[in-house]
């Protein structure tokens, strides 16, 4: 079978709109030209930027062991040398909570990359095929949908035992009915669109279709729950690790730093402040980031 | 509608009824040791009985349906750390748990509501950029950390509230709402976040309607068409928000109600977590989750009765 017949289906005068390279080289260049249009995106880029170049430039940033405890500094409040104060054991808080970010922006990545192996496959396979196993899949989701996503991230990670491993896979476990439903409603729609029949009519395999045409016309809402999943993975870690089950000590993590500050809330509040600051700053860079990329991606919403 | 619905939910709570019983194969090691704690190994006789008692030697799915039988008849196992039936304990704790959400929701409504109509009447204004920014800000914080802000500052440093603790309502009700401000706001803020969007993104779309532009057009007054009209409309979607949020205020109430204090089944689960009380943690997702389920089915028969259309 020729495959130049899939290139430009022509049933109809029918055209993918993202099918052909010079279409999506082109679709690329306009959400450039969008992105930096949206207010929202660009503060979102620019604070998550700022986080992604914190934590990888950490070890430079902030040079002392931010484990290693110090007792004659203990408990100071910020000053020149200690811009965000020291905690119990003196150690520097701006300096562990520079640490921390990289803690907290893995395990959002890899949480919600979890989600998203998990969760688009399922989606796809009930959406494109429509067939038994699709349907139990998508019970299943509905029923880890059902509890409270909190509940069954601490639920899981307190069974398989704390850990910073174990907290990633709880809170990506979590997120995969999201992308399940998402990509299942993404499927499900282009499936019946003119120019998706319009390949399975001209021959196109499975494969074809969803790589190239339901994959680059369905992408968007995906791109927009990747950067709020984030959002909400950094704080389901925060909660996790804020009840003991996430990173343990002495790795720094913003919610387990806001418990060992807690008990010193009225002597050293610095220590329940600044921890919290970042967690708060970082779920916004990535609320404005999703927020942005919708208003973007989804004109149907634009100038709302 | 209602009897589709009810039919609808059942395999849903049969399959998390499976995801909870699959917590136990999740447990690292022994799970008879799990359940019974670090204690276990000296006392065989006991982890001999609960061996037989949970079929361990059974397949699996015999093993699920032994399981299903006892928490149906109510019997959901027993703490590791206090051997009390841990159904007594969820039992005395739920309507705690229940108070408190309620609350949140409450406040949350309160807040959302004019909130989320001041940015869609005034959409594109100062107001408007004002309400989004701070219904942002309430996504974005968590409220584990607003709650000890609000300790340090409301009750540590203004002595305005209580810092922690909790009073029975049948004892004095008014005493209950002081001590349970604070957890409630805390855990309310994020859903009044959430619903402000809500309420907002679908009133801007219902005052683009026919029907608004008709009231305008003959002549009602603004505040009229809004609150007749408009409102009436746009409250349907927010009232399935409103279920799914009572979901997140369950799962919340994890947190904030260990850190006031407050006797309700989200402190007993982070008890449990930092015993590692498997029975308990069990026992508690599934209860909540269940109550969780109910609640969203009650919201959604409700529903029917806000929108003719659908029923």
Known sequence: ?304 | MVIRRLVETIPVLILMSMLVFSLTILLPGDPVLGMLGPTAEIDEVAVERLRTELRLDDPLPVQYLAWLRNVVQGDLGRSISTKQPVADALLTRLPVTALLSAYALTIAVIIAVPLGVLAAVKRGTAWDIAASALSVLGLAVPGFWLAILMIMLLAVNLKWLPASGYVSPLENPLETLQHLFMPALALGVASAATLTRQLRSSLLEVLREDYVLTARAKGLRGQTVIARHALRNALIPFVTVLGLSLGHLFGGSLIIESIFLVPGVGSLLVNAIFTRDFPVIQAGTLVIALVVVLVNLGVDVLYGFLDPRIA
Request: one cysteine or more; glycine letters at 12%; hydrophobic letters at 50%.
């Open chain 1, 1 to 304: 079978m020729a495959s130049s017949t899939h290139e430009l289906p022509s049933v109809a005068g029918v055209r993918d709109p993202a099918g052909t390279p010079h279409a999506f080289r082109v679709r690329l260049r306009r959400l450039n030209r969008d992105l930096r249009r949206s207010k929202q995106a660009i503060m979102g880029l620019t604070i998550v930027g700022i986080l992604v170049v914190l934590a990888a430039a950490a070890p430079i940033l902030a040079p002392a062991d931010p484990g290693k405890p110090n007792l004659s500094e203990s408990l100071q409040s910020p000053s020149l040398s200690h811009p965000f104060g020291t905690d119990e054991l003196g150690r520097d808080i701006l300096g562990r909570i520079i640490h921390g970010a990289r803690v907290s922006l893995i395990v959002a990545g890899i949480a919600v990359g979890i989600s998203l192996l998990g969760g688009v496959p399922i989606g796809v396979i009930s959406g494109y095929w429509q067939g038994a196993i699709g349907s139990v899949l998508m019970r299943l989701m509905d029923a880890i949908q059902a509890f409270p996503g909190v509940l069954l991230a601490i639920a899981i990670a307190s069974t398989l035992g704390p850990g910073i491993t174990n907290a990633m896979i709880a809170i990506g476990i979590v997120g995969i009915p999201t992308f399940a439903r998402l990509s299942r409603g993404e499927v499900l729609r282009l499936r019946s669109v003119e120019f998706v029949n319009a390949a399975i009519s001209t021959g196109a395999g499975s494969t074809r279709v969803l790589s190239r045409h339901i994959l680059p016309n369905g992408v968007a809402p995906v791109i927009v729950a990747i950067a709020t999943s984030c959002a909400g993975a950094i704080l389901t870690e925060a909660s996790l690790s804020f009840v003991g089950l996430g990173a343990a000590p002495p790795n720094p993590s913003w919610g387990s730093m806001l418990q060992s500050g807690y008990p010193f809330m009225q002597i050293a509040p610095w220590l329940s402040i600044f921890p919290g600051l970042a967690i708060a700053v970082t779920t916004l860079g990535f609320i404005f980031l999703g927020d942005g990329l919708r208003d973007i991606l989804d004109p149907r919403l634009r100038g709302r």
